[in-house]
């Protein structure tokens, strides 16, 4: 996979589409609900608004979302050309010197066009993730070949005071799940009941009292994504491991967090 043994220095970047994500969401919510009156579907949640994928609303929302997606694949690649060329700069040297190669880049909270084992028979399913990410198992014809053996790269990230994890996808997953896993630990507090709650000095003084640095643009950032406005994220990758939906594989800890 190429992180070899302790004490190598890794860069986690977590990004995605911004607010166009949200925007081509809210939108789709309006379409969707009115489409669903049409087509007589119900739902518990408006949450779970959904269409017919055929339907104009449906291959509407499925464009807005590849475009959002592309979006943030971009910004994902932005960040990491610089951060590669800060690297250099800092060690006084080249990115491929440094072998500074990208592990892997996933999407998540993404549909995604698969096949999939339904009442044992292969259908061809839209499998739309939220609040997870892809997960499959070794020797599935979607991964890429360095990966094989191992099964998919799962990227969880942790917050700015705890560790993140690097899983891999298993077979019982994809029987059970889709092939799909958590991609992190969730909000335990709202970005509102984070900001009322938390004082921005003392989480700034309990990083620095684990030897955290960080580069905040805004306060707000920092009691926003302060540890205790996640639940934790051990617990959540301890449940998946020992679901056999995903595979314990590689820890990090934080050193330095930026966040923009």
């Known amino acids: 996979m190429g992180i070899d043994g302790k004490g190598q220095v890794c860069v986690m970047i977590h990004s995605g589409s911004r607010g166009f994500g949200h925007q081509v969401a809210t939108d789709a919510l309006v379409a969707m609900e009115k489409a669903m009156k049409r087509d007589k579907i119900d739902v518990n949640d408006r949450q779970l608004a959904c269409a017919r994928i055929s339907s104009q609303e449906g291959q509407d929302y499925l464009k807005s979302m590849s475009a959002a997606a592309n979006f943030a694949w971009v910004n994902r690649s932005s960040m990491t050309f610089l951060c590669r060329q800060a690297f250099a700069k800092a060690f006084n040297t080249t990115p491929d010197d440094l072998d500074m190669h990208v592990i892997y880049d996933v999407s998540h909270n993404i549909a995604k066009t698969e096949?999939?084992?339904v009442d044992g028979k292969e259908r061809t399913l839209l499998v739309h993730r939220k609040g997870s990410t892809r997960a499959f198992p070794p020797h599935h014809p979607l991964i890429p070949v360095d990966y094989q053996l191992t099964g998919q790269p799962v990227l969880i990230g942790g917050t700015m005071g705890t560790c993140?994890?690097?899983?891999?996808g298993t077979e019982q997953g994809m029987h059970e799940t889709f092939g799909s896993t958590c991609h992190g630990a969730g909000r335990a507090l709202s970005r509102a009941k984070s900001r009322r709650n938390?004082?921005?000095?003392d989480v700034l003084d309990r990083l620095q009292q684990q030897g955290i640095s960080i580069r905040v643009a805004s306060p707000k950032l920092v009691m926003e994504e302060a540890p205790e406005s996640y639940k934790n994220v051990t617990d959540v990758v301890d449940t998946c491991h020992a679901a056999g939906i995903s595979k314990k594989c590689i820890k990090l800890r934080p050193i330095a967090v930026i966040k923009g």
């Open 115 to 117: 096949t999939h084992i």
């Open 164 to 168: 993140s994890y690097v899983l891999t």
């Open 198 to 201: 938390i004082d921005y000095h």
